[in-house]
């Protein structure tokens, strides 16, 4: 067992030597001039002197290979420096929504309830106490809630959810009159 350690330190040892791999800073430094000069020769629009020498990086196998008179085109295109939450929040921000949308479920109360007519329509309050009038189609809650069938003393709103996974789910919440069961789950 010793002597596996002292072979594996002797070993270790004798790698560590004071070579570099590749090319030293003053290798650049000694061709920056000619890497410049070729440079701005390009740019003029004077050819490229044939026979110059390579300079040291290339020669050390730092080439970099660049495709003649590529441009990039960002059309169409994201742009890899914004952020995907940031664009999520704008997108929900351009999206039309009603004074009723902004807010859960649970904090809206309903207040009066007209159901024994043709269009049975509800008046619903908002944490404010700010009341509106919806009927069976009215958009109601932050999770697209709509509005489905409004009766005696209630409103049945839909809700839909969108798990991590992106699957849709939706739940059916009876929200009833003040003062009654508000927010309660129908399974």
């Not at 070729?38 to 290979?65: I, L, N, V």
Request: glycine share 12%; proline share 6%.
């Amino acid at each position: 067992m010793g002597f596996a350690l002292l072979l594996l330190g002797t070993l270790s040892l004798a790698g560590c030597g004071n070579e570099t791999a590749g090319p030293k800073a003053s290798d650049y430094d000694a061709a920056k001039p000619k890497i410049l000069a070729a440079a701005q020769a390009r740019q003029h629009g004077a050819p490229a002197q044939p026979d110059a020498p390579a300079p040291a990086a290339a020669e050390a196998g730092a080439q970099a290979t660049v495709t003649a008179g590529y441009r990039y085109n960002p059309t169409e295109k994201r742009d890899p420096f914004r952020s995907f939450i940031l664009d999520q929040a704008k997108e929900a921000a351009e999206k039309d929504v009603g004074p009723l949308e902004q807010f859960d479920i649970s904090q809206l109360a309903v207040v009066a309830v007209v159901w024994d007519t043709g269009m049975p329509v509800a008046l619903v309050a908002d944490p404010s106490g700010r009341p509106y009038l919806v009927a069976e189609g009215a958009a109601v809650g932050k999770n697209d809630g709509r509005v489905i069938k409004i009766g005696d003393g209630m409103v049945l709103v839909k809700e839909t959810y969108v798990d991590w996974l992106g699957e849709k789910t939706t739940k059916d919440i009876e929200m009833s009159l003040a003062g009654g069961d508000k927010g309660g789950d129908l399974r």
